[in-house]
């Protein structure tokens, strides 16, 4: 099985970037479907981004398309998260997550492994 640990969450200005960083030991992460997760206080947590496998593959959260880059580094064997344009409704707490299934699944359910979670908060 893999092990998920996330860092890189913190305060950040709207309109500022962050990048948040998910280690994976255990198995390399490209053994698995790659998904962050968000979740807001209150809220059900929700699918931010997902990678196929292959790396080949991205799909986006209508919230974050254009603003938010998901990618791999296979060496580092570490996913990365890459939030610009960052909005107040972007503060959540943000969640790495694998699933071994075959395709980008947007269901929490879908995914077997989970991250203990990274701080995001957005200051207007």
């Known amino acids: 099985q893999v092990q998920l640990v996330e860092s890189g969450g913190g305060l950040v200005q709207a309109g500022g970037s962050l990048r948040l960083s998910c280690a994976a030991s255990g198995r390399a992460f490209r053994n698995y479907i790659m998904g962050w997760f968000r979740q807001a206080p209150g809220k059900e947590r929700e699918f931010v981004a997902g990678i196929s496998r292959s790396g080949t593959g991205t799909y986006y959260s209508d919230s974050v398309k254009g603003r938010f880059t998901i990618s791999g580094d296979n060496a580092k064997n570490t996913v990365y998260l890459q939030m610009n344009n960052l909005k107040p409704e972007d503060t959540a707490v943000y969640y790495c997550?694998?699933?071994?299934?075959?395709?980008?699944?947007?269901?929490?359910?879908?995914?077997?492994?989970w991250g203990q979670g990274t701080q995001v908060t957005v200051s207007s």
């Open positions: 997550a694998a699933a071994s299934g075959i395709v980008v699944q947007r269901q929490v359910g879908a995914y077997d492994y």
